[in-house]
């Protein structure tokens, strides 16, 4: 287990958060994180205003190709918002708290609801690349084994002890995101399920594969599952979107290999889609009087 000094302490993420506020005019309510080869999402912001992760102080840096390395402030439809050009992972070797930094920094800054998407394998067989899942549920996997972002000293700053999961994944904002689908004309490839999160960074073999599914799992990645715990812990409501860009292998007679240049190359096919469902919702909800923004 990791001590408080992995990242993601109150003081630290304070400092982040005001260094940031000090050279914004931006005062976000909306937090987007970008998954693998998904960050057009930031090109769309108006006024968009810059951060290298480099230049940002406890940040940690991008290594993964597909992910740009950089915070964007702006706004899309009118509503002011800061989007993650670019993720951090498990594998990429932080701390767990290190790597969901940033969900407490957007917290401090005055974020109020976080839009993650990722790019994923279908676990579920009906499942075809290309489909945009929302995500309605989440199997922790690294979690079962301890590795949880919330493990060690909690702070009742940020939220309590032993946050509640089962509303992890906003159901209003999945019903907008499938009444927004629907009018888009996305009906076809738009599916909802369960993700589950691996450590990575090695793809799943066959029988993990195969485990997975049986146990109830309709996608697979390495990422989303740590922000929304730390989002949900800090009272931030969540919602998350999958791109599947490959279907898990889960037949040994099967010639299929994942990959992460399949992975890039499917994301970026079907970005101008996931693109358009964000900012239609994000344009949507001032429309709808339960979803105060
Ligand atoms: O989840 P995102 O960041 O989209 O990235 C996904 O793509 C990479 C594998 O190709 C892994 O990092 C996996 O988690």
Redesign the pocket.
């Known amino acids: 287990m990791s001590d408080i000094n992995s990242g993601g302490n109150y003081e630290e993420c304070r400092n982040t958060a005001d260094w940031l506020l000090n050279h914004t005019q931006v005062r976000p309510t909306v937090g987007i994180v970008c ?4 960050g057009g999402l930031a090109g769309m912001l108006k006024d968009p205003q810059v951060f290298k992760y480099s230049d940002i102080p406890n940040f940690p840096r991008s290594t ?1 190709h ?2 740009a390395g950089q915070l964007v402030f702006g706004t899309l439809k009118g509503k002011p918002c800061v989007c993650m050009q670019g ?1 951090f ?1 498990l ?1 990429e070797g932080y701390p767990i708290q290190k790597i969901t930094l940033p969900m407490r920094v957007f917290k401090l800054m005055g974020v109020e609801t976080v839009i993650l ?4 394998g279908g676990l579920n067989q009906d499942f075809k690349v290309g489909d945009i899942m929302i995500i309605k549920d989440h199997v922790n996997m690294p979690g079962f084994a301890g590795n949880n972002p919330l493990a060690g000293p909690n702070d009742d700053r940020f939220g309590v002890r032993f946050p509640c999961m089962s509303d992890a994944y906003d159901r209003e904002l999945q019903q907008l995101a499938h009444e927004v689908a629907t009018e888009l004309g996305y009906s076809d490839f738009l599916r909802e399920g369960v993700y589950c999160v691996l450590g ?2 090695s ?1 799943e073999t066959i029988a993990e594969c195969r485990m997975l599914h049986r146990l109830g799992g309709d996608a697979v ?4 599952v740590h922000e929304v715990i730390v989002a949900r812990h800090a009272g931030m409501r969540c919602f998350a979107m999958s791109l599947i ?1 490959n279907r898990s292998v889960m037949d040994y007679d099967s010639q299929e290999r ?3 240049e399949e ?2 190359e499917t ?1 970026g096919q079907r970005s101008k889609q996931m693109e358009k469902l964000v900012t239609t919702m994000l344009d949507r909800l001032d429309n709808n009087k339960n979803n105060s923004f």
């Not at 998407?117 to 994923?120: G, I, K, Q, R, S």
């Not at 990645?221 to 989303?224: C, Q, V």
């Open positions: 998954g693998s080869g998904l993964v597909g992910h993720r992972h594998y998407t990722n790019a994923a990575g960074p793809f990645g390495m990422s989303t860009t994942a990959n992460h992975v890039l994301s």
